[in-house]
């Protein structure tokens, strides 16, 4: 399978838009955002455990990022409620499940190769940062590599300048709503802006919180192998930009 998998192309998901479809496991259904392989595969998907689902013990092979959306995921390590970020890297082993039933942003084999940092993270329980402009607060989640994963909170009314995404961006709205010159993006949106994509992102009376991801396309990443459609990696030079460089 591959669904927008050509990384050179922008990607919008609304969730009115969402189809769940049931994977292997009974109980469990997954939203395919992006995929690039079949039953293994570079991934990322919101995926819903219904109470009382969960999968045998599996090794992830090429990593695994979640962002616990709803509910309590757990697995033989521990219980995560909404709002914990975890990293497992390539090669960890676990058995997830849950109790009552839980949704989760899900990204798999989207590990560099020398990225073996292990991560749970609690994100109601971390200080937040002030961003680059007043009305943005940022909670840095990984970065590695020039691959930058954060959470960024947008006060009500707040303008960034025109930038642009080198190694491109991708968002998941996950509080208010999100804008730029393109549109307007509710909770549950889903972004991907190619590489060297530009905008002006603002919010109106609602505010914002989103989920950001930059630097990751065309980064070499392990699932990349999967990919058949064309891919921009780091190493291709692009004509000269005149809007500034975005870093989280």
Same mark, same amino acid.
């Given at each position: 399978?591959?669904?927008?998998?050509?990384?050179?192309?922008?990607?919008?998901?609304?969730?009115?838009?969402?189809?769940?479809?049931?994977?292997?496991?009974?109980?469990?259904?997954?939203?395919?955002?992006?995929?690039?392989?079949?039953?293994?595969?570079?991934?990322?998907?919101?995926?819903?455990?219904?109470?009382?689902?969960?999968?045998?013990?599996?090794? +992830?092979?090429? /990593? %695994?990022? !979640?962002?616990?959306? =709803?509910?309590? #995921?757990?697995? &033989?390590? $521990?219980?995560? *409620?909404? @709002?914990?970020?975890?990293?497992?890297?390539?090669?960890?082993?676990?058995?997830?499940?849950?109790?009552?039933?839980?949704?989760?942003?899900?990204?798999?084999?989207?590990?560099?190769?020398?990225?073996?940092?292990?991560?749970?993270?609690?994100?109601?329980?971390?200080?937040?940062?002030?961003?680059?402009?007043?009305?943005?607060?940022?909670?840095?989640?990984?970065?590695?590599?020039?691959?930058?994963?954060?959470?960024?909170?947008?006060?009500?009314?707040?303008?960034?300048?025109?930038?642009? +995404?080198?190694? /491109? %961006?991708? !968002?998941?709205?996950? =509080?208010?709503? #999100?804008?730029? &010159?393109? $549109?307007?993006? *509710?909770? @549950?949106?889903?972004?991907?802006?190619?590489?060297?994509?530009?905008?002006?992102?603002?919010?109106?009376?609602?505010?914002?919180?989103?989920?950001?991801?930059?630097?990751?396309?065309?980064?070499?990443?392990?699932?990349?192998?999967?990919?058949?459609?064309?891919?921009?990696?780091?190493?291709?030079?692009?004509?000269?930009?005149?809007?500034?460089?975005?870093?989280?």
């Amino acid at each position: 399978m591959q669904l927008h998998s050509d990384f050179s192309k922008r990607a919008v998901i609304f969730p009115e838009q969402y189809q769940f479809v049931a994977s292997p496991l009974a109980g469990v259904s997954r939203m395919m955002l992006d995929r690039a392989g079949g039953e293994v595969a570079r991934a990322t998907s919101i995926v819903r455990y219904a109470a009382g689902s969960g999968y045998s013990s599996h090794t +992830h092979d090429g /990593g %695994e990022e !979640i962002l616990v959306l =709803e509910g309590v #995921f757990s697995d &033989e390590h $521990g219980d995560y *409620p909404a @709002g914990t970020y975890l990293r497992n890297p390539p090669g960890t082993s676990h058995q997830p499940f849950s109790r009552n039933g839980c949704s989760l942003l899900v990204k798999l084999w989207q590990f560099s190769a020398d990225d073996q940092q292990q991560l749970v993270i609690d994100t109601h329980a971390q200080q937040w940062r002030p961003g680059l402009v007043s009305g943005l607060s940022v909670l840095p989640l990984h970065e590695h590599d020039g691959v930058s994963t954060a959470l960024v909170r947008w006060a009500p009314h707040t303008h960034f300048n025109p930038h642009i +995404h080198v190694g /491109g %961006e991708e !968002i998941l709205v996950l =509080e208010g709503l #999100f804008c730029d &010159e393109r $549109g307007q993006y *509710p909770a @549950g949106s889903w972004l991907r802006s190619p590489r060297y994509s530009q905008h002006a992102p603002f919010t109106g009376a609602e505010g914002a919180l989103i989920y950001v991801k930059v630097g990751h396309l065309g980064a070499g990443l392990l699932g990349d192998k999967f990919i058949t459609t064309p891919i921009y990696h780091a190493s291709l030079k692009w004509p000269g930009k005149t809007v500034p460089r975005l870093k989280l």
